[in-house]
């Protein structure tokens, strides 16, 4: 932690999106959500819903979960449409 | 070319407010935070909030989640602060001294919206500083321990209005600020919830794309406070919608809109009883309490119905 | 090149305005400074400067506003009275915890209740711990003058503090003085450009004002800013040693008035240092020892200068144009007092208060306390510490 000689004018955080340093996956208590790939529609709405942008996507396709700051809340579990009734998203025992 | 409004281009674009916040697991404000700066993507954006859950999970020690210029000034003025952020904006650009095209949001809480912050939102519509002001509504005043607001629904158990044996939870009805601000004569004004993401980035991006002070109200689920599951934000905020809690729909130049026609009309019962801040009003005897709830929100959908209708045919008519 | 003129208190803070055009000003009316604002806002319309104004709708706003346009990143100023610098009091701590360069005249008034538009000092003194330089000002000219120093103290870039320039409302906010004008372009450069320190409208370089701290940093981020006001008084020199090159005027930290073979002493504030000052040259011709200190800079208070200054004395009566209830001394008492305690020679004190919502401070009532003062110092004894003066039984 700085000392007093090292804080900005006015508190002011120079570093944009520093919170990135915080890893709040250590948060997840009792689930972590899975992501089973052959049910998967890629309509992305896991991305868009998840709080902490924990769903990994790259040129339109759907990636893996990024653990470091899922908090495992379940929402992409609940939202997610999976393929003919089959989620692509479950909820499992977190392991530490 | 503006960015289309759909997920496989959206996800292209950066997210302007990082993980590493300290929300609560499963809050729904910072998925709305993420709405807006999406639908907001081709601009930068300046932003502001009040004091509250937002702002002291979203920028705290020297780490913070906006990856936009940001200021917290305090609970009550943030619309007073971007104001006064857009005026030196214009000052500076009519000098010639910047030549960017920049947004202004503040997105604040209901208690810094409806309550203490009522007078600064007003005077800055009225105003008419160029600037979108969003309200995240979850109904109380979470960050000091779920005490009751303004937006904190009839009968809904708080902190501060506790579902006691001769007081049921908080006594009164609900603000209707979203009608408020329309009476503001302001542009635009619209009420929207990320379960329907693509009415609510519509709604945001209208805001930004018109000159002069917009206000949009949205439903921002809470489990903590409103005692519920961590993965029911987006159903609550749909049951909401389609229970016609919280209706859908712009006032444009006057002109209201109903933008989300439920196909079938949810019984608040629905809505309800997934919230452990209504479990009370399920106790026997206590029947005429979800009645009275739902002949409440019955009655404004019809007025917002007539509503819509009465604009309509004023349009019409010009 | 100067011009000669004669005008209220707020038409000369008006006119500096105008010369130094703030990019946006915030205003709200409250007597005795609405006419200031309302000056300044002609300008604006008439297309005189290429200000920005935001007529607020209370002075919370005001100054909120304020808060946002000086991080947005450019030259700032609004102006209060009383209830509306008493409405302002959170965001005060706040513009000076982010460091923001705000100016703002306070034109001095008495605080509710009971309400009163005139005159004492409970207002900006209630502000005075809120980290806000405050330079006070005895009649037009200086309140003219100061407000020009004032941005230059304010955006200096050792410091970044907001300042209020301090004078008395209606007594110099509305009485029609001969006061000295610069011209435009001398006022103009010496102010100079303004320049941003993390302006928020720099969107490549995105920051975020007004984190939460906790405890584990907290107490730090206070000492850091503790220490910025060390830096405040060679500013504050700096900008004055400037200043009288342009305008031939002196300021320092206060004015020392035939003080320095002085045996007996008054400290007072504002205008009703001008009174004074009459009745001491009175006493000066019949071969009393009678001087006296009229701080300028009161925030931050220049401790070591003013005890040095008043030390040597036999006795010394502060008079405060504010009470301070519930027991304790006046506000200028304190720091008075606190700037002697550690000398082992120093004056015996008093402390009266005077003046209280516009109530007249006559030449009787000065002649009085350097009547009392000589019997201290001849004696040695001191009958009452803090009494009102000037009030009917
Ligand atoms: C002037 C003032 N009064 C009270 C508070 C305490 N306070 C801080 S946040 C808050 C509630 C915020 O509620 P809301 O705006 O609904 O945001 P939420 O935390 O619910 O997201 C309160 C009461 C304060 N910071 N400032
Ligand atoms: S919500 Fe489900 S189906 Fe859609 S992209 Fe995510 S995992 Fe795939
Ligand atoms: S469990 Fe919650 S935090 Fe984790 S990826 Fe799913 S929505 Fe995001
Ligand atoms: S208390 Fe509610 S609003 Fe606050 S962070 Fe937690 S879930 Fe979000
Ligand atoms: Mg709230």
Request: proline share 5%; with cysteine.
């Amino acid at each position: 932690m700085i000392g007093w000689k090292d804080i900005p004018p006015g508190m002011v955080i120079l570093e944009a999106g520093s919170a990135m340093k915080i890893k709040t996956g250590s948060w997840r208590a009792a689930y972590r959500p899975k992501w089973i790939e052959e049910n998967c529609i890629h309509c992305l709405l896991c991305w868009l819903y998840c709080p902490d942008n924990s769903v990994k996507v790259k040129d339109g396709k759907r990636g893996e979960f990024d653990y470091d700051y899922c908090k495992g809340c379940g929402i992409c579990a609940v939202e997610c449409p999976g393929k003919k009734g089959n989620k692509a998203i479950v909820m499992e025992e977190e392991v530490k | 070319m503006a960015t289309p409004l759909n997920l496989k281009e959206l996800s292209k674009q950066e997210i302007r407010f990082t993980a590493g916040h300290r929300l609560c697991a499963g809050c729904a404000a910072p998925t709305v935070v993420k709405m807006i700066l999406l639908a907001a993507c081709d601009y930068p954006v300046v932003a502001a909030s009040s004091t509250g859950c937002l702002e002291v999970s979203s920028c705290i020690s020297t780490y913070t989640a906006w990856k936009i210029p940001w200021i917290h000034n305090a609970f009550e003025n943030a619309a007073a602060t971007l104001s006064g952020v857009e005026t030196m904006y214009r000052a500076l650009k009519k000098q010639g001294k910047i030549d960017r095209d920049i947004k202004f949001i503040a997105i604040c809480g209901d208690g810094g919206t409806y309550d203490i912050g009522f007078q600064s939102l007003s005077g800055a519509m009225e105003r008419g500083h160029d600037m979108l002001y969003v309200c995240y509504d979850n109904g109380a005043y979470m960050n000091t321990g779920i005490q009751r607001s303004g937006a904190t629904p009839t009968f809904a158990d708080t902190t501060t209005c506790p579902a006691g044996a001769v007081i049921p939870g908080k006594p009164q009805q609900r603000k209707d600020l979203t009608r408020i601000m329309a009476a503001h004569g302001i542009p635009y004004v619209a009420q929207a919830s990320p379960s329907h993401w693509p009415d609510l980035m519509k709604k945001v991006r209208k805001a930004i794309e018109t000159p002069g002070a917009k206000f949009i109200n949205i439903f921002t689920p809470c489990n903590r406070g409103w005692r519920s599951r961590t993965d029911d934000a987006i159903l609550l905020s749909r049951l909401a919608v389609e229970t016609c809690f919280w209706p859908l729909y712009e006032v444009e130049n006057g002109v209201t809109r109903v933008t989300v026609k439920p196909k079938e009309k949810k019984p608040i019962v629905e809505f309800l009883k997934a919230q452990g801040r209504f479990k009370h009003i399920f106790e026997p005897g206590r029947e005429q309490m979800i009645e009275a709830i739902q002949q409440a929100i019955d009655k404004n959908w019809e007025r917002l119905l007539k509503e819509e209708e009465i604009s309509a045919s004023g349009e019409k008519a010009e | 090149m100067t011009k000669v003129v004669a005008v209220t208190g707020n038409e000369a803070v008006a006119n500096a305005f105008r010369q130094i055009e703030p990019d946006v000003c915030a205003a709200y009316p409250i007597t005795p400074q609405t006419e200031l604002m309302q000056r300044f806002a002609s300008f604006v319309s008439n297309g005189q400067v290429k200000t920005e104004l935001i007529l607020v709708e209370s002075e919370h706003s005001a100054l909120s506003a304020c808060v946002g346009a000086a991080a947005a990143g450019g030259r700032v100023a609004t102006a209060t009275s009383s209830q509306g610098l008493a409405l302002m009091w959170e965001i005060l701590f706040i513009a000076a915890g982010f460091r923001l360069p705000i100016v703002m005249p306070v034109v001095n008034r008495a605080l509710s209740a009971p309400i009163n538009i005139h005159c004492d000092h409970s207002d900006a003194m209630g502000a005075r711990d809120s980290g806000w330089i405050q330079l006070w000002s005895e009649n037009a000219q200086e309140a003219y003058d100061n407000t020009i120093q004032a941005f230059r103290i304010a955006e200096d870039m050792d410091i970044r503090l907001p300042v209020m320039v301090c004078y008395d409302g209606f007594i110099i906010s509305h009485s029609i003085e001969r006061i000295e004008y610069l011209d435009d372009e001398t006022v103009k450069s010496f102010v100079g450009d303004y320049k941003p320190l993390f302006p928020l409208l720099d969107v490549d370089n995105p920051k975020s004002f007004g984190p939460l701290i906790l405890t584990d940093l907290y107490h730090e981020v206070r000492k850091a800013h503790s220490e910025t006001y060390k830096k405040v008084p060679q500013v504050v020199l700096r900008v004055a040693e400037e200043f009288e090159k342009i305008s031939g005027r002196k300021y320092g930290f206060f004015e020392a008035y035939r003080l320095e073979d002085a045996e007996i002493g008054i400290v007072i504030l504002n205008s009703a240092a001008g009174t004074t000052k009459d009745v001491i040259d009175e006493y000066r011709q019949r071969g009393v020892k009678v001087g006296l200190l009229k701080p300028r800079l009161f925030r931050p208070f220049p401790y070591e200068e003013i005890g040095n200054a008043l030390k040597h004395l036999k006795a010394l009566c502060v008079l405060d144009r504010a009470d301070a209830f519930g027991g304790s001394y006046g506000p200028l008492y304190l720091d008075i007092a606190a700037s002697l305690c550690n000398y082992s020679q120093k004056p015996l004190l008093i402390n009266r208060i005077y003046g209280l919502g516009g109530r007249d401070y006559m030449p009787e009532q000065a002649a009085k306390v350097i009547e009392e003062l000589m019997e201290i110092a001849k004696t040695g004894k001191v009958g009452s510490l803090k009494e009102y003066i000037g009030v009917r039984e």
